[in-house]
């Protein structure tokens, strides 16, 4: 992952798990929804009914609804008081990569303190991984 070769002093402010829109949200890949419902316990229905919502997407080939954590006042529904997530040892794949957020844009969000003087690779959009993610959530 992207990750790797960038090195992120975080201070657990939580500020990457606040400002969550639906133009701005966390989206669920296939193996979210593999993982995440059965570490906490409960089926994939449960899972979606209580903590996702969701959205249809149209690609050139089809139509898809693709599923996203749930928020309120713009916080993420697994954020807890103290700024920790609650899932943290299983939280979602976008979840993994933040405070670096390129799944949408390929384009980085300075807008967190950890972010501010970060050097990134030039090459640092173009990856493998991304192409693989991202097959995974538009040809399932
Ligand atoms: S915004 Fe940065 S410092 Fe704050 S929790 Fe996210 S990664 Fe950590
Ligand atoms: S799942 Fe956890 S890491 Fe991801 S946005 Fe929610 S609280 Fe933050």
């Not at 890949?29 to 906490?40: N, V």
């Not at 697994?78 to 933040?98: D, H, M, S, V």
């Not at 967190?112 to 090459?123: A, E, G, R």
Request: proline share 4%; with cysteine; glycine share 4%.
């Amino acid at each position: 992952m992207h990750n790797r070769n960038i090195k992120i002093t975080c201070t657990k402010c939580g500020d990457c798990c606040r400002g969550i829109s639906e133009e701005h949200g966390v989206v669920l890949f296939p193996k979210d929804l593999e993982i995440i419902p059965t570490e906490l316990g409960i089926s994939l229905k449960e899972f979606k009914a209580r903590y996702c919502y969701s959205q249809q997407v149209t690609t050139k080939r089809k139509r898809l609804e693709l599923y996203f954590l749930c928020y309120i006042k713009g916080q993420c529904i697994f954020l807890e008081k103290n700024g920790l997530c609650q899932i943290y040892e299983f939280r979602p794949i976008q979840c993994q990569r933040a405070p670096l957020q390129f799944f949408w844009n390929g384009k980085l969000d300075y807008e967190y303190d950890c972010t501010k003087n970060l050097k990134i690779p030039n090459d640092w959009t173009s990856s493998a991984d991304d192409n693989e993610l991202l097959n995974s959530l538009f040809n399932k």
